[in-house]
């Protein structure tokens, strides 16, 4: 069965510290997909990244980089210069590669950035 | 691109009575659309799998005859939650992928809060 663990329940920060929110996954295929989903006080879930299994090249958009390693089965997502307005819940995902594509999530992270 | 609209965004009404969820992609047609429900402070729970023009495949736990999905075209998607009791308030949100340029992605909609009275 797939599952995806996020063992910080909250992270509490200042502003412009670098936070890293942690991401641990288990499946039994040999590829699949993780994601990074950003969910702010108003509920929608904004879309960050998606990741093939295949593709363990690290990535970085602006403030965000992704950190994957198959070896220890995780898939980690920092934030540099964290601002106010990336307070919100953070949440990380697993789907198959194939069929149904169904989305299993993490508890999620809640991190607060502090003025 | 990959936008996902719900309506409404808040209802509120009592209990015994049913209530309609729209799910629409307003920018690319999706040929599956998931329904999750979230409590608060927790994730996400897939409820209900649809393809466009197919019966909704519903997750373990979830009742069908509760919980009506249809997804009648490529862009629109209904969760109709028939006789309404206190315990189905909740955050319901749906997602939508398929023919946009990432169609491995699910683009999520805004949600809507249900309150049963």
């Known amino acids: 069965a797939q599952k995806v663990t996020q063992a910080q329940t909250e992270i509490s920060v200042v502003e412009k510290e670098d936070v890293t929110l942690d991401c641990v996954y288990e499946?039994?295929?040999?590829?699949?997909?993780l994601f990074w989903y950003k969910q702010p006080p108003s509920g929608e879930l904004v879309f960050l990244i998606r990741?093939?299994?295949?593709?363990?090249q690290n990535e970085i958009s602006g403030r965000y980089s992704w950190n994957f390693q198959k070896s220890t089965s995780s898939f980690n997502f920092t934030i540099t210069a964290s601002q106010v307005v990336d307070s919100a819940v953070y949440f990380c995902?697993?789907?198959?590669?194939?069929?149904?594509?169904?989305?299993?999530f993490g508890q999620g992270t809640r991190l607060t950035i502090n003025p | 691109g990959a936008v996902v609209s719900q309506h409404p965004s808040r209802v509120i009404c009592k209990s015994g009575t049913s209530v309609k969820i729209e799910c629409r992609s307003l920018?690319?047609?999706?040929?599956?659309m998931f329904w999750y429900r979230q409590f608060p402070k927790q994730s996400l729970m897939l409820m209900a799998t649809?393809?466009?023009?197919?019966?909704?495949?519903?997750e373990q736990g979830v009742e069908k005859d509760k919980f009506l999905i249809n997804h009648a075209s490529l862009t629109l998607s209904t969760l109709t939650v028939t006789s309404a009791h206190p315990e189905d308030s909740s955050f319901y949100i749906c997602?939508?992928?398929?023919?946009?340029?990432?169609?491995?992605?699910?683009?999520f909609g805004p949600g809507t809060r249900l309150l049963v009275l």
């Open positions: 997602s939508a992928s398929g023919t946009s340029g990432d169609a491995e992605t699910q683009y």
């Open positions: 499946t039994r295929d040999t590829t699949y997909y």
């Open positions: 990741r093939n299994s295949f593709d363990e």
């Open positions: 995902a697993l789907s198959d590669y194939q069929g149904a594509q169904k989305l299993v």
């Open positions: 920018d690319f047609q999706a040929t599956t």
């Open positions: 649809s393809n466009e023009g197919s019966k909704a495949t519903y």
